[in-house]
T-cell receptor
Framework: SQQGEEDPQALSIQEGENATMNCSYK?????LQWYRQNSGRGLVHLIL?????REKHSGRLRVTLDTSKKSSSLLITASRAADTASYFC??????????FGQGTRLTINP | DVKVTQSSRYLVKRTGEKVFLECVQD?????MFWYRQDPGLGLRLIYF???????EKGDIPEGYSVSREKKERFSLILESASTNQTSMYLC?????????????FGPGTRLTVT
């Protein structure tokens, strides 16, 4: 069952610009998480936001959560070439289980 | 440094073969998961386990089975491999604690069934 839908599917920006990715989901959640995947590798956890939180920061990452709209956004500021990767949102609805979106492929051009 | 390892990065098998994918974690995590990842479909959960000898079906368990005899090891078994099981397989683990259940992923096994 696919819970998270990400938008856009692909994003290409210049180095130094900000990148914004969006995630929508269907059911009530305990928390929402964002992961990064470099090409052909496993996923790496970036940030977790709980259902009672509205915004969270971690370094150049800013995540917002709007439970009334069932949506979240991930903002990467001052992008770098190393940020080139696929980004996935994942929602925890049932205990311990995550449901992943299809991902946004981000390309940072030098 | 936490680590999840998978037995192979790349694997090529023939149709009808029995295939074992092994996953080991060194973080004493209770939960372990097997996903497959296909272009345009994202990650889909095959099976997961909350504890030793326990297993639960995920969203796409057909054609797969699992084994968890030890806490650190979770095996995915393709009883009779088919070409539609060609995919990237990702193993992950997490702890039971509420609010801190981020998953740690292995590097993945790219399986090709010919």
């Amino acid at each position: 069952s696919q819970q998270g839908e990400e938008d856009p599917q692909a994003l290409s920006i210049q180095e130094g610009e900000n990148a914004t990715m969006n995630c929508s989901y269907k059911t009530s959640i305990n928390n929402l998480q964002w992961y990064r995947q470099n090409s052909g590798r496993g996923l790496v956890h970036l940030i977790l936001i709980r259902s009672n939180e509205r915004e969270k920061h971690s370094g150049r990452l800013r995540v917002t959560l709007d439970t009334s709209k069932k949506s979240s956004s991930l903002l990467i500021t001052a992008s770098r070439a190393a940020d080139t990767a696929s980004y996935f949102c994942a929602t925890e609805a049932a205990a311990q289980k995550l449901v992943f979106g299809q991902g946004t492929r981000l390309t940072i051009n030098p | 440094d936490v680590k999840v390892t998978q037995s192979s990065r790349y694997l090529v098998k023939r149709t009808g073969e029995k295939v074992f994918l092994e996953c080991v974690q060194d973080m004493d995590h209770e939960n372990m998961f097997w996903y497959r990842q296909d272009p345009g479909l994202g990650l889909r959960l095959i099976y997961f386990s909350y504890d030793v000898k326990m297993k639960e079906k995920g969203d796409i368990p057909e054609g797969y089975s699992v084994s968890r005899e030890k806490k650190e090891r979770f095996s995915l078994i393709l009883e009779s491999a088919s070409t539609n099981q060609t995919s990237m397989y990702l193993c992950a683990s997490s702890s039971h604690g509420t609010g801190s259940n981020e998953q740690y992923f292995g590097p993945g096994t790219r399986l090709t069934v010919t």
